[in-house]
């Protein structure tokens, strides 16, 4: 299947390649969309995205309002520091701060009921394909195999607690602080792994937002002033088939729970999303 998928992929972009549909134009790259932009767009295809037109995956733009997504702050103390003490103590009270009684949902007044009885970490997005049941069985050992990439070993029985720690913490500074040495000794190097992204289509208009994978690589990016970057497509959301969204088909959202979610994501000035 692996083998299919990678030379489906071969074959989009050469595709994309013969009729010339691999850069975006001038009009596109302020933000209109067109037939030909779905082209450019198609999923499983790269594409060079300009940031003033990205959000993060907790909804904030990449250049006006990164400083509302509390992530950023970590990865800019990363940047700004040599030592990782100060970094690694913005996250541990980012932690302490989402974890505590008073902790009030990132998604405000636009968090659906169905979430309102799980922690943050389970919040998912109408147009992502994995739901909060999944979330819920699935993701714990998704988050034990990431973290013990860079040093993180959870126990298999592990509570949450656990990863808002001052040690959960160190993981994602160290993991932030290996890739910005990577980036500033060898350069940004565009591998076959590349950030993946949702294109967000509203009516003649679209912007596109980070998937779960590439995060860390997009903020230092986005911190370090880079007018683009290059990411693979994952997946087209269009905000007029909302009906056909994923989570909104499993009933976790409503069609009037969806919209505002997607227009906030487009506005890009909230974060709407946990830490983990």
């Known amino acids: 299947m692996n083998t299919i998928k990678?030379?489906?992929?071969?074959?989009?972009?050469?595709?994309?390649?013969?009729f010339n549909l691999t850069n975006l134009t001038k009009e596109e790259m302020a933000g209109h969309f067109s037939l030909k932009t779905k082209i450019r767009l198609?999923?499983?295809?790269?594409?060079?995205?300009?940031?003033?037109?990205?959000?993060t995956i907790r909804g904030c733009s990449f250049t006006d309002n990164l400083d509302q997504d509390p992530f950023s702050k970590m990865v800019s103390q990363v940047l700004h520091s040599k030592k990782n003490d100060k970094a690694i103590e913005i996250l541990t009270e980012f932690y302490k701060e989402e974890?505590?009684?008073?902790?009030?949902s990132p998604m405000g007044?636009?968090?659906?009921?169905?979430?309102?009885?799980?922690?943050?970490?389970a919040i998912v997005m109408p147009w992502e394909k994995m739901s909060?049941?999944?979330?819920?069985?699935?993701?714990?050992?998704?988050?034990?195999?990431?973290?013990?990439?860079?040093?993180?070993?959870?126990?298999e029985d592990f509570s949450f607690n656990s990863f808002?720690?001052?040690?959960?913490?160190?993981?994602?500074v160290e993991q932030t602080r290996w890739l910005l040495d990577s980036i500033k000794n060898r350069g940004i190097i565009e591998t076959k792994e590349l950030p993946l992204v949702f294109i967000l289509k509203n009516k003649s208009e679209w912007r596109w937002c980070m998937t779960g994978e590439g995060n860390h690589r997009a903020y230092i990016y986005a911190l370090l002033?880079?007018?683009?970057?290059?990411?693979?497509?994952?997946d087209l959301v269009d905000r007029e088939k909302v009906e056909s969204w994923p989570n909104v088909l499993n009933g976790n959202y409503t069609i009037d729970e969806?919209?505002?979610?997607?227009?906030?994501?487009?506005?890009?000035?909230?974060?709407?999303?946990?830490?983990?």
Request: aromatic share 14%; glycine share 4%.
């Open 132 to 155: 909060l049941k999944d979330k819920l069985t699935n993701y714990p050992k998704l988050l034990k195999k990431n973290r013990s990439s860079f040093g993180f070993d959870l126990k």
């Open 164 to 172: 808002y720690s001052h040690e959960a913490a160190r993981s994602q």
């Open 99 to 104: 974890t505590s009684n008073t902790h009030v």
């Open 225 to 234: 002033k880079e007018y683009s970057m290059l990411a693979e497509v994952y």
């Open 258 to 276: 969806a919209l505002p979610v997607f227009d906030s994501f487009f506005e890009g000035k909230k974060s709407l999303r946990g830490m983990a």
């Open 109 to 121: 007044p636009l968090e659906p009921k169905i979430f309102s009885s799980y922690p943050s970490w």
């Open 6 to 18: 990678k030379y489906l992929k071969i074959l989009l972009n050469s595709t994309k390649l013969v």
């Open 42 to 55: 198609f999923p499983k295809t790269t594409i060079r995205l300009p940031f003033h037109l990205g959000r």
